[in-house]
T-cell receptor, first 114, second 116 residues
Framework: AQKITQTQPGMFVQEKEAVTLDCTYD???????LFWYKQPSSGEMIFLIY??????QNATEGRYSLNFQKARKSANLVISASQLGDSAMYFC???????????FGSGTRLSIRP | KAGVTQTPRYLIKTRGQQVTLSCSPI?????VSWYQQTPGQGLQFLFE???????NKGNFPGRFSGRQFSNSRSEMNVSTLELGDSALYLC???????????????FGAGSRLTVL
């Protein structure tokens, strides 16, 4: 079965702290891609970071990094030095090469406290 | 370059009516995907169009349909609207080339549909 799970519906973090958002997935495809998106209250989905299943190194993009543990089928997003503007919904998504489609997890609402 | 443009941004319809939503992808992107987002069901995949052909489809009733034009612009149509169709409809474009890395989706701002 192809499934993607985000177990944290909501999180509160103090400004400037690091935060880890969890994501696990289930697939038998050898080739797949993992994505993280941010959705502020305005509604638009913003692409943050991508990790390919064959990538040897964890992806990083500025303050965002992806902790990819292939054997455990997890792809956690790490945000370093959180900022107030990081308050938003965060979605993990997976692209299945066999199905040629992307499905999304249920999301985690992150709230940054000043 | 211009992003993904969705129109209209907001609309209100009544049950039984139909609605057409439009999406203009990023220039050069040939794939357009549509998603429905509701508080209860999250983000659900509707369909994907590539080079004017539906390449993939989610589990939605036949009332939901779409098409893509030769300039890659896409429309989705919902007929016989139901209260449960109230949602944010998101369109996203990508190059559509094979492989996961080529399928980073760039989303539009969405069309928020309210069915009364």
């Amino acid at each position: 079965a192809q499934k993607i799970t985000q177990t944290q519906p909501g999180m509160f973090v103090q400004e400037k702290e690091a935060v880890t958002l969890d994501c696990t997935y289930d697939t038998s495809d050898p080739s797949y891609g993992l994505f993280w998106y941010k959705q502020p209250s305005s509604g638009e989905m913003i692409f943050l970071i991508y990790q390919g299943s064959y990538d040897q190194q964890n992806a990083t993009e500025g303050r965002y990094s992806l902790n990819f543990q292939k054997a455990r089928k997890s792809a956690n997003l790490v945000i370093s030095a959180s900022q107030l503007g990081d308050s938003a919904m965060y979605f993990c998504a997976i692209y299945y090469s066999s199905a040629s489609k992307i499905i999304f997890g249920s999301g985690t609402r992150l709230s940054i406290r000043p | 370059k211009a992003g993904v443009t969705q129109t209209p941004r907001y609309l209100i319809k009544t049950r039984g009516q139909q609605v057409t939503l439009s999406c203009s992808p990023i220039s050069g992107h040939r794939s357009v995907s549509w998603y429905q987002q509701t508080p209860g069901q999250g983000l659900q995949f509707l369909f994907e169009y590539f080079s004017e052909t539906q390449r993939n489809k989610g589990n939605f009733p036949g009332r939901f349909s779409g098409r893509q034009f030769s300039n890659s612009r896409s429309e989705m149509n919902v007929s016989t609207l139901e209260l449960g169709d109230s949602a944010l409809y998101l369109c996203a474009s990508s190059t559509g080339a094979s492989g996961p890395g080529a399928n980073v989706l760039t989303f539009g701002a969405g069309s928020r549909l309210t069915v009364l």
